[in-house]
Nanobody, 123 residues
Framework: QVQLVESGGGLVQAGGSLRLSCAAS????????MGWFRQAPGKERVFVGG????????YYADSVKGRFTVSRDNAKKTAYLQMNSLKPEDTAVYYC????????????????WGQGTQVTVSS
């Protein structure tokens, strides 16, 4: 059974940094695109960034370009989201997700989800 477990969330001041990790099991990690989504209170879950199975394709939402970096380590079966220059509007629950198509480009193709980790950015 596929499991995605996020870690690394927490409380940080505006301008600070956090790195989220997503440990995967129960799937051939190197065949899956990996992505990050977030959901703020009262809002829909939205795409933040994704990385293709080979790492050759990396995509970001406009709101995080230049501040967030998605990466992956296929040997460790782990995906990462490095978040720098955090803003209060980045406050949300962050979810890791796996895309069996491998592309990580189409949000609707993500089929497996983690439980989420809370990120709170204080002003």
């Amino acid at each position: 059974q596929v499991q995605l477990v996020e870690s690394g969330g927490g409380l940080v001041q505006a301008g600070g940094s956090l790195r989220l990790s997503c440990a995967a099991s129960g799937l051939t990690f190197s065949s899956y695109g990996m992505g990050w989504f977030r959901q703020a209170p009262g809002k829909e879950r939205v795409f933040v960034g994704g990385i293709s199975r080979s790492g050759g394709g990396i995509y970001y939402a406009d709101s995080v370009k230049g501040r967030f970096t998605v990466s992956r380590d296929n040997a460790k079966k782990t995906a990462y989201l490095q978040m720098n220059s955090l803003k209060p509007e980045d406050t949300a629950v962050y979810y890791c997700a796996a895309d069996p198509s491998g592309t990580a480009y189409v949000p609707k193709k993500y089929a497996y989800w983690g439980q989420g980790t809370q990120v709170t950015v204080s002003s």
